[in-house]
């Protein structure tokens, strides 16, 4: 199967860096974490910094002048750490949006959160302009023109906030207003946004693995030490800049305002926020059906409710009379779909209700957990080889039946995270002499938690756990995307290897019926 | 999936590509820079407000029409709010720069309206005319202003307006 032109090239960025960050500390797996870690290196280094900072129009250059040479080696780096790590701040959340992008995780039940995302950014930005202001040299007065052109390019300024800045208006008071945006305005005005960013997510994480969080303050702290951050020569409003060496992560559109009309550049930015706030729209893909919760098999038991990554499930109190104190809910407009849930239901068993239809707590209607039975019971009985090994991958992963041969076949589940151990014990149970379970690249779920939770589940650190009947020398769980074919089918041949050595494993078939429906 | 095995292989690998990341943002945080003026350019400046003259002079009223009113309303003078355009036209060197009228702002047309105009110039000796009228009720212009004018490199000279002074320039504030 080929991939879209974006993803394979998201797909080789991240094969590079797993090379050597491996999955764990991969940076590409955690750019949102990353986000966050870079934000509060910038607000300690920014809060460090308004302690010696002259909030005045003569102050305030000559401060930041004492800060970076006389006392370099504390406030200087503090100042350059400030500065880079807002830039990375940059490299990071674009790099989010390319990654959400070139995965397709930005449109359908995830609108919301890309939507909410488009203006975080540009809050991150425009925080950062507000930052360079305060320096007052001659880049900050570039930044405060522009910014006065752009205003007065807005129907309600007409024209008054640029003559402040070559008729003498510009006062103190005006430098503390924005002062007073970039310390406390802005900041709480992001960390709402990035509350709602992350608002329809459950279990969500804001710190990045501490090897690569300290990784990355080192690299800072030696681009700090190798080039400090520095400033202009101090704002004239008599003359003009006659060059700026401007920060491209954050003023890239001052630029423009020298060859276009400010209402030009209005329209390119207003522009392109609406293109990328309406890619859900223009880029549709449906979502598959909601998750059901079928009230007859549910104990209202609440693993589904922790399982769930995109906080669709609620739990509540029972309606139906039963003798359970809870049931689930489940939100149309929140549920992503994936039936990790139906994976975590203990009733998705597939050893109960052997003869007639499996029904549980929660299912998903196109591809219930007894279909989910029937297919792996076709597959292994359809299979005539000397070992008989299933393969079970999910939608956004490795296309496993790819990998389809004589001894080895392939299943596809919407999510490896819906497949219940139970299942892969059944397998086992019913002629499999293994299992391989290949989910997403470890720590890139499509839906966030599909193959940790699998992980976790048959490592028993999650419930359902697998039982510790089902052979763990037959089971392999893999995460592997398109471009790893490769070493999958290195691994799926020492894993033929080894299941050749074991003795064969003990077929239902082979066991007398008395016995089986005992076992059952 | 594959990861290096050896760790000091990965270790260097790590650090290559931390340093990639500090590189990028190294280069962008700065380069490529920005030329605004070239080494002979200086900057002509407009930039006032004002606010035109009443479109329509004040005018007594009668007696009669004072004893029609209420009379805490009685005011002497009848004076209806709505300004006049500011047009303004600027010369440099003979050559027109900039020509514009600009209406009042407001619901009733009777604010003052905001000039800002701002142009790179060759940096030097220059001929600067200006004219502007301020009023519907004087054909032609009523305030000008011709001078010659010297500005250094990346000057900017402040063009603006005093009501009692007429057309002032400035060559640069601080």
């Not at chain 1, 989010?96 to 359908?108: D, I, M, N, T």
Request: charged share 20%; proline share 6%.
């Amino acid at each position: 199967m080929l991939v879209n032109p974006v993803k394979r090239a998201y797909l080789a960025l991240e094969s590079w860096f797993n090379l050597s960050f491996g999955s764990e500390w991969n940076p590409l797996y955690h750019l949102g974490t990353l986000s966050f870690f870079l934000f509060w290196v910038v607000l300690v280094s920014g809060i460090y910094l308004f302690i010696p900072f002259h909030g005045s129009l003569d102050g305030a250059h000559a401060s930041i002048e004492y800060m970076t040479h006389q006392q370099w080696y504390a406030a200087g780096v503090m100042r350059s750490l400030h500065r880079y790590a807002s830039d990375a701040v940059i490299v990071t959340v674009l790099l989010h949006l390319f990654k959400e992008f070139a995965s397709g995780r930005y449109r359908g039940f995830r609108w919301f959160s890309w939507v909410t995302g488009i203006p975080t950014l540009w809050m991150v930005v425009t925080l950062g302009i507000t930052g360079y202001w305060l320096v007052w040299d001659e880049m900050a007065q570039f930044v405060a023109v522009g910014s006065a052109r752009l205003m007065d390019a807005l129907p309600i300024f007409s024209g008054a906030m640029t003559r402040n800045f070559v008729s003498g208006g510009m006062t103190d008071r005006f430098f503390i207003l924005i002062e007073f945006l970039h310390l406390l305005g802005q900041p709480l005005l992001l960390v709402f946004m990035l509350w709602l960013h992350v608002k329809r997510m459950s279990n969500v994480n804001i710190n990045p693995p501490r090897g690569l969080a300290a990784g990355t303050f080192a690299a800072l702290l030696a681009l700090s030490l190798y080039e400090p951050a520095t400033s202009h020569a101090p704002a004239n409003l008599a003359r003009v800049p006659q060059e700026i060496h401007i920060d491209w992560f954050y003023l890239n559109v001052y630029p423009l305002l020298e060859l276009w009309p400010a209402q030009q550049v209005w329209m390119l930015t207003i522009g392109v926020t609406l293109l990328l706030m309406m890619t859900p729209w223009l880029l549709p893909k449906k979502d598959g059906a909601k998750a059901v919760v079928d009230l007859e098999h549910c104990n209202g038991c609440g693993i589904c409710f922790e399982d769930c990554p995109f906080d669709a499930i609620t739990l509540q109190a029972r309606s139906d009379g039963a003798r359970y104190d809870h049931e689930v809910a489940v939100d149309p407009a929140l549920c992503g779909a994936c039936g990790i849930c139906a994976g975590s239901c203990p009733a998705s068993n597939p050893f109960r209700m052997p003869r007639g239809e499996l029904k549980t707590g929660i299912d998903m209607p196109q591809l219930p957990v007894d279909e989910m039975r029937r297919r792996v019971r076709e597959t292994l009985d359809s299979m005539l080889g000397e070992l008989k090994i299933l393969l079970i991958g999910c939608e956004h992963g490795l296309n496993v039946e790819r990998l389809d041969g004589d001894e080895v076949r392939g299943i596809r589940l919407i999510c490896s995270g819906m497949l219940p151990p139970t299942l892969v014990e059944y397998a086992l149970k019913h002629g499999a002499d293994g299992v391989m379970v290949v989910g997403c690249r470890q720590n890139d779920c499509y839906f966030r938690f599909g193959n940790r939770w699998t992980r976790m589940r048959f490592a028993g650190e999650r419930k359902p756990i697998l039982r510790a009947r089902a052979e763990r020398e037959r089971i392999l769980i893999h995460g592997a995307a398109e471009p790893d074919i490769g070493a999958i089918e290195d691994d799926l041949a020492g894993f033929r290897e080894r299941l050749r050595e074991l003795k064969p494993a003990e077929a239902v078939s082979s066991v007398s019926p008395e016995t089986r429906r005992a076992r059952d | 999936m594959t990861e290096i095995n050896s760790k000091p292989v990965r270790i260097l690998l790590q650090a290559f590509n931390y340093g990639l990341f500090m590189a990028l943002i190294w280069y962008f945080a700065s380069a490529p820079s920005v030329r605004i003026l070239d080494d002979d350019e200086a900057v002509i400046t407009i930039a006032f407000a004002h606010a035109g003259q009443l479109r329509e002079p004040c005018r007594r009223l009668s007696q009669q029409e004072l004893d029609e009113l209420a009379p805490n309303m009685r005011k002497p003078e009848d004076c209806p709010r709505q300004r006049s355009p500011v047009t303004i036209e600027a010369w440099l060197d003979g050559e027109p720069f900039y020509s514009a009228s600009l209406p009042p702002p407001g619901l009733f047309g009777d604010g003052g309206v905001d000039v800002f105009h701002s142009a790179k110039i060759t940096a030097g000796t220059h001929r600067l005319s200006l004219r502007m009228n301020d009023s519907v009720r004087i054909e032609g212009f009523n305030h000008g202003l011709e001078r010659e004018v010297r500005v250094d490199p990346a000057q900017i000279l402040l063009v603006g307006f005093q009501s009692e002074r007429g057309f002032v320039l400035k060559d640069g504030l601080k």
